[in-house]
């Protein structure tokens, strides 16, 4: 399973990071991809993480702004996005797949973070 | 990049109805796409994997077919908790890409 934090509100400019936690004995065998979804809209993916080594590779529009990182000894994968701006409202999701280029078969419940002054 | 076009955006069909949804990609996707069926306020749900193969615990109503360019995703004798909002997924290159989404409403 994959638990994710509850709901955010931060202001513009400012950076979140969203723990996604797996349990059971799995964390160092699945990949963890995050995808966000905006009010209404539809599903796009920001990047992946190998939670074995920590190596990650993100879409182009979040390189510098979305850092992924793990801590093994809690089994849990972060997202910090950074610079946040109104259009980052959205419901981030964590979601487990077998690789890099990957199907996602286990979704995390979702964070809702609001980016409002 | 690869894009994928989901058609139609929305549709409206009855309990019993066969649907069917498809999803173009910009360029060749060999078999590397998912279909997800997500619901209101929920994390989508993986449907279908590999362009046609069915996930464990998903009924056998759900079927994907296609390769390369051209994918579908058929709900036959559609039921009530099928109403919902369908995505394509492709996992043939990076960045993964989703389609925009179709909205099964009830008639």
């Known amino acids: 399973q994959l638990v994710q934090s509850g709901a955010e509100v931060k202001k513009p400019g400012a950076s979140v990071k969203i723990p996604c936690k797996a349990s059971g004995n799995t964390f160092t065998r699945h990949y963890i991809h995050w995808v966000r979804q905006a009010p209404g809209q539809g599903l796009e993916w920001m990047g992946v993480?190998?939670?074995?080594?920590?190596?990650?590779s993100y879409a182009h529009k979040f390189q510098g702004r979305a850092t992924m990182t793990r801590d093994t000894s809690t089994s849990t994968v972060y997202m910090e996005l950074s610079s946040l701006r109104s259009e980052d409202t959205a419901v981030y999701y964590c979601a487990s797949g077998d690789d890099w280029l990957s199907h996602m078969f286990y979704w995390g419940q979702g964070t809702l973070v609001t980016v409002s002054s | 990049a690869i894009q994928l076009t989901q058609s139609p955006s929305s549709l409206s069909a009855s309990v019993g109805d066969r649907v069917t949804i498809t999803c173009r990609a910009s360029?060749?996707?060999?078999?590397?796409l998912a279909w997800y069926q997500q619901k209101p306020g929920k994390a989508p749900k993986l449907l279908i994997y590999d362009a046609s193969s069915l996930e464990i615990g998903v009924p056998s109503r759900f079927s994907g077919s296609g390769s390369g360019t051209d994918f579908t995703l058929t709900i036959n004798n559609l039921q009530p908790e099928d109403f919902a909002t369908y995505y394509c997924?492709?996992?043939?290159?990076?960045?993964?890409?989703f389609g925009g989404g179709t909205n099964v409403e009830i008639k």
């Open positions: 360029q060749g996707a060999s078999s590397a």
């Open positions: 993480i190998n939670p074995s080594g920590g190596s990650t």
């Open positions: 997924q492709q996992y043939n290159g990076f960045p993964l890409s």
